[in-house]
């Protein structure tokens, strides 16, 4: 093979491998870019499921704060509903009895605990679900017995129970 020939093959051969490694180069910027718009992708449904969590995680603190709110409640119920049961029990052991001048809720005799005294408890107080003892007062203030809750004076001196 002449010489010029062979420059010509060894040219071209140079040129094939310049053009080879050319399209070599184009190809793997054409990866690079087909990465990148992967990548590119990939990073938006990442920042996309980012969002996505942080949402749930709020709405999850959000039906858990409702939670607490909500035992909160029952707890506060539950605590009324029992206040309320003693008062009921409570208030089986007196009845409405008209002493001289006034009408006191008097315990029942049946009712009445080992050691405790005969009592009256203020009406008023008892409509408002509590229990005041009657307490005696001086003769000098026109009442004989008043009320150390709500101030309201009843006009008996001597608290009895009549035999049977």
């Given at each position: 093979?002449?010489?010029?020939?062979?420059?010509?093959?060894?040219?071209?051969?140079?040129?094939?491998?310049?053009?080879?490694n050319s399209l070599k180069a184009a190809g793997d910027i054409v990866r690079t870019l087909i990465n990148m718009k992967v990548t590119a992708d990939v990073q938006a449904k990442v920042i996309e499921l980012q969002g996505i969590i942080m949402s749930a995680?709020?709405?999850?603190?959000?039906?858990?704060?409702?939670?607490?709110?909500?035992?909160?409640?029952?707890?506060?119920?539950?605590?009324?509903?029992?206040?309320s049961e003693?008062?009921?029990?409570?208030?089986?052991?007196?009845?409405?009895?008209?002493?001289?001048?006034?009408?006191v809720y008097v315990v029942k005799q049946s009712a009445m605990q080992p050691g405790e005294p005969l009592h009256a408890i203020c009406p008023e107080c008892y409509?408002?679900?509590r229990k005041s003892i009657l307490?005696?007062?001086?003769?000098?203030?026109g009442?004989?017995?008043?009320?150390?809750?709500?101030k309201a004076k009843y006009q008996f001196w001597k608290l009895e129970r009549e035999s049977t």
């Amino acid at each position: 093979m002449p010489a010029a020939a062979i420059a010509l093959a060894s040219a071209s051969v140079a040129t094939f491998q310049g053009a080879a490694n050319s399209l070599k180069a184009a190809g793997d910027i054409v990866r690079t870019l087909i990465n990148m718009k992967v990548t590119a992708d990939v990073q938006a449904k990442v920042i996309e499921l980012q969002g996505i969590i942080m949402s749930a995680q709020t709405d999850a603190m959000s039906a858990q704060a409702s939670q607490m709110d909500l035992l909160n409640r029952v707890r506060e119920l539950e605590s009324e509903l029992s206040r309320s049961e003693r008062w009921a029990a409570e208030q089986q052991r007196y009845e409405l009895t008209r002493v001289m001048a006034s009408t006191v809720y008097v315990v029942k005799q049946s009712a009445m605990q080992p050691g405790e005294p005969l009592h009256a408890i203020c009406p008023e107080c008892y409509e408002k679900e509590r229990k005041s003892i009657l307490q005696a007062t001086p003769r000098s203030e026109g009442a004989a017995h008043g009320c150390p809750a709500c101030k309201a004076k009843y006009q008996f001196w001597k608290l009895e129970r009549e035999s049977t």
